[in-house]
């Protein structure tokens, strides 16, 4: 059963990657590409997967059309068309810059103008997460995994600077969201799939006025804590 699950995953991903793109080059706008992320091939990825999604605390998030920087908890690659399911407006990804090469998931995060992060070094990382800043202030909207790795059991891992360095670039607030349940539907390093229940919860946006490199540490344990608590 599993290996029918991801089968039909692999073979729905690779439909809907290539419809968006040809959206994408037709149309101009990267906007339809990733609102057919959310709208068609999530939902689709979510049953194939047997996942009973609950989800908490929408009403946290505000009816405008503000950006956010999405910091979320990372147990499996599930995660990413969880989030893009729940989500109530369409949402970039910020991912090393190797993933551009890979056929079709590459191909797709390229024409749709998601956020590349160079870590050869890190002031090439740094450079690339306040490049990111400036494109987060123009009107994207953000979904980030600060352990930077998803875990292989549920406690969350140490938050990396990065994020919260693009955060204080593009001067918009935080989404705090913890997902429950995700890693023992898909769990790290594995191809088995299992149904089950998933739960997302959204916190109340976290303002990121005042953050600098003086106050950047004690506000990553603050959000770590909002993400915990959820």
């Known amino acids: 059963m599993s290996s029918i699950r991801l089968a039909g995953m ?8 290539t419809s968006s793109i040809l959206v994408r080059f037709l149309t101009f706008s ?21 996942i009973k999604l609950t989800v908490k605390g929408l009403e946290n998030i505000p ?3 503000q950006s956010y920087i999405v910091v979320a908890n990372h147990q499996s690659v599930i995660d990413i068309p969880i989030l893009f399911y729940t989500l109530p407006f369409n949402v970039y990804f910020v991912a090393k810059k190797e993933i551009a090469k ?8 390229y024409a ?35 352990e930077g790795t998803r875990s292989l059991d549920e406690k969350m891992g ?13 001067g918009v607030p935080i989404l705090p969201v ?16 299992k149904g089950g229940p998933v739960t997302v919860s ?13 106050t950047r540490a004690a506000f990553i344990e603050e959000v770590k804590g909002r993400v915990e608590a959820l």
């Open 158 to 170: 140490v938050f990396k600077a990065g994020t919260f360095v693009m955060a204080e670039k593009a």
């Open 10 to 17: 692999i073979i729905w991903s690779i439909l809907c990657i």
């Open 102 to 109: 890979v056929p079709f998931i590459g191909w797709y995060m």
């Open 30 to 50: 990267t906007h339809l590409g990733v609102a057919m992320a959310r709208t068609m091939w999530a939902p689709v990825i979510l049953w194939l997967a047997g």
């Open 63 to 65: 009816t405008d059309k």
């Open 178 to 193: 913890k997902i429950t349940g995700a890693g023992k539907i898909w769990p790290s390093g594995s191809f088995t799939i």
């Open 202 to 214: 959204f916190g109340e946006p976290i303002s990121t006025a005042g953050l600098n490199d003086q």
């Open 112 to 146: 749709m103008g998601m956020i590349f992060i160079d870590r050869g070094s890190r002031d090439k990382a740094m450079q690339s997460m306040i490049n990111a800043g400036s494109l987060i202030r123009n009107g994207k909207s953000v979904m980030t995994f600060p």
